[in-house]
């Protein structure tokens, strides 16, 4: 782990060469995501106490958005909505339970018949 990438390729391609990358193993990788790499388990970038381990994964998830120059340019948009999409569910989940509540007696017929 020593030898970073740049080092090792230095010499091997030229200036301006594109490089691809499978991220479907990339993200399976024990290396850097752990024994259970194979599971979902979002928690691992919470529960992580090594530092560069943490910074490691996050360079490894940022790759789902590209980089340099054919860097994604709609991720702050992605990024934007997904903070947002918290808000609007918890909103619609608040007013839907809101409405069941004051609604109540409106609806418990509905229990008499289906018992």
């Known amino acids: 782990m020593g030898t970073s990438l740049t080092s090792m390729v230095r010499g091997c391609l030229s200036g301006g060469t594109n490089i691809g990358w499978a991220s479907w193993g990339i993200h399976r990788s024990k290396a850097v995501f752990g024994e259970d790499a194979l599971f979902y388990r979002p928690e691992r970038m919470l529960d992580e106490g090594n530092q560069e381990k943490l910074e490691r994964m996050h360079k490894v998830v940022d790759l789902n958005s590209g980089y340099g120059k054919y860097y994604c340019l709609g991720r702050q948009v992605a990024l934007l909505e ?3 999409m918290i808000f609007e569910v918890r909103d619609k989940l ?3 339970i809101g ?3 004051e609604n109540r007696a409106d609806v418990s017929h509905l229990k008499r ?3």
Do not use: G, H
């Open 82 to 84: 997904l903070r947002k």
């Open 94 to 96: 608040s007013n839907s």
């Open 99 to 101: 409405y069941f509540e």
């Open 113 to 115: 018949e289906f018992r």
